[in-house]
């Protein structure tokens, strides 16, 4: 019997060791920089990054992982015996799944590669990679820890708050939330990703709001049996221990991780974001 193992790539921001311990192959993202160097994601420097995305000349730029890095990663799994479920950013917010695609495609694999698009991104993302890679790590098929990341997909709700929607106008990834940029510019937007689609929720007047209404989305998982959470911030170490804090009050339990959110995601978000995921704890088991 074939073994099955789980891919995904550094935009779901999981801790290292936790996708050692799942099993979990990560493939990295880039940037690009203006002077043009290219690092992989977690090689870069927020701080230095963010000074760089002051600049008003050329910006840094993010680009996933290649089509060879895909046929690399899957060559050297496929040669080990085993099926691959490739698990990446919504499709319609990154390149990665189409590059996964095109690998797999490339590889002639007869059908032993199958590339998920969770419709979700970060916590998300790393919430249905875990569903996923526990369901291997037990011994499923292929097919069985498909359906498990499609049912973790079903399931996931995700919610952020970020400073200001500049970073998101001057990457043009602004979307449905375009509609609030000449309201004001003291706005603290919450943003959520549905199929696979970034859209406002509401904006409120102050960060203190901002917080208390995230918390409030915790209590409506909590009240419906989602107790798999995550919370994720960009350079808010401080606030997010405090959202920490008020969930695990919340739910009862601790975090299934926290993490922050590196340079691709965190150039079109900008510095200041908290947000928090959830699903049934008992996808992740």
């Known amino acids: ?5 789980v891919v995904s790539d550094s935009n779901a921001y ?4 936790l996708a050692e311990v799942n099993g979990v192959h990560v493939l990295q993202q880039y940037v690009l920089h203006a002077d043009g160097r290219r690092q992989h994601e977690d090689e870069v ?3 230095a ?3 760089e995305m002051r600049s008003p000349e050329e910006l840094p730029k993010t680009t996933n992982p290649t089509v060879d890095d895909f046929k690399a990663s899957y060559g050297q799994l496929l040669d080990a015996g085993n099926d691959i479920i490739s698990i990446h950013s919504s499709s319609a917010l990154s390149g990665t799944c189409e590059a996964a695609r095109e690998a797999a495609a490339g590889l002639d694999a007869g059908g032993r590669v199958h590339v998920v698009d969770p419709q979700s991104r970060c916590g998300g993302l790393g919430l249905s990679v875990l569903a996923a890679a526990r369901r291997a790590a037990a011994g499923e098929t292929a097919d069985r820890v498909v359906a498990c990341a499609e049912e973790a997909r079903a399931e996931l709700k995700l919610w952020f708050v970020i400073d200001t929607l500049e970073f ?3 990457s043009g990834r602004i979307g449905a939330a375009g509609a609030w940029i000449g309201s004001t510019l003291r706005v603290k937007p919450i943003l959520t990703i549905e199929d696979g689609q970034m859209k406002p929720v509401e904006r409120v007047r102050t960060s203190e709001r901002a917080f208390e209404r995230i918390v409030d989305y915790a209590r409506q998982r909590h009240a419906s049996g989602a107790d798999g959470w995550v919370v994720q911030h960009v350079r808010s170490a401080e606030e997010g221990e405090r959202l920490i804090a008020s969930c695990r009050e919340v ?7 926290v993490s922050e959110i590196g340079a691709v995601v965190g150039a079109h978000t900008g510095p200041g974001l908290i947000g928090l995921c959830a699903l049934p704890a008992q996808l992740l088991t």
Do not use: I, K, N
Request: net charge neutral.
């Open 251 to 257: 739910f009862e339990t601790d975090p299934v991780f």
């Open 168 to 170: 998101l106008r001057r």
């Open 49 to 51: 990054f963010f000074e």
């Open 45 to 47: 420097d927020l701080d």
């Open 1 to 5: 019997m074939r073994g099955v193992v």
């Open 14 to 17: 999981l801790p290292r060791r």
